[in-house]
């Protein structure tokens, strides 16, 4: 099992950057595919930015493609995602999750998820 904790949101202004972290526990973090997520008030989950188990492999929203950076490195057993120039319609809760080899826009394709970490960008 894998427990994953994100930290790192907060508030910023518009055009500001945020850089979130997904720490997780256990071993298998670095055999597991992760992804990130978010969710805005009254909104469904949505897919935001994954990377492959050996962080060779890369795709993003296209919302978020061209601001957004999502990394990871397996000896700290930690991801992150970089966003830059923030816009206010990227307010929303930012989840981090692991899973096996699939589907990485499909929120069902994980196995595990953190708790979520709030991202408010004021205008």
């Known amino acids: 099992q894998v427990q994953l904790v994100e930290s790192g949101g907060g508030l910023v202004q518009a055009g500001g950057s945020l850089r979130l972290s997904c720490a997780a526990s256990?071993?298998?973090?670095?055999?597991?595919?992760m992804g990130w997520f978010r969710q805005a008030p009254g909104k469904e989950r949505e897919f935001v930015a994954h990377?492959?188990?050996?962080?060779?492999?890369?795709y993003y929203a296209d919302s978020v493609a061209g601001r957004f950076t999502i990394s990871r490195d397996n000896a700290k057993n930690t991801g992150y995602l970089r966003m830059d120039s923030l816009k206010p319609e990227d307010t929303a809760v930012y989840y981090c999750?692991?899973?096996?080899?699939?589907?990485?826009?499909?929120?069902?394709?994980?196995?595990?998820w953190g708790q979520g970490a709030q991202v408010t960008v004021s205008s």
């Open positions: 999750a692991v899973g096996w080899r699939g589907n990485g826009y499909d929120s069902s394709q994980y196995l595990y």
């Open positions: 256990g071993r298998a973090f670095s055999s597991y595919d």
């Open positions: 990377i492959s188990w050996s962080g060779g492999s890369t």
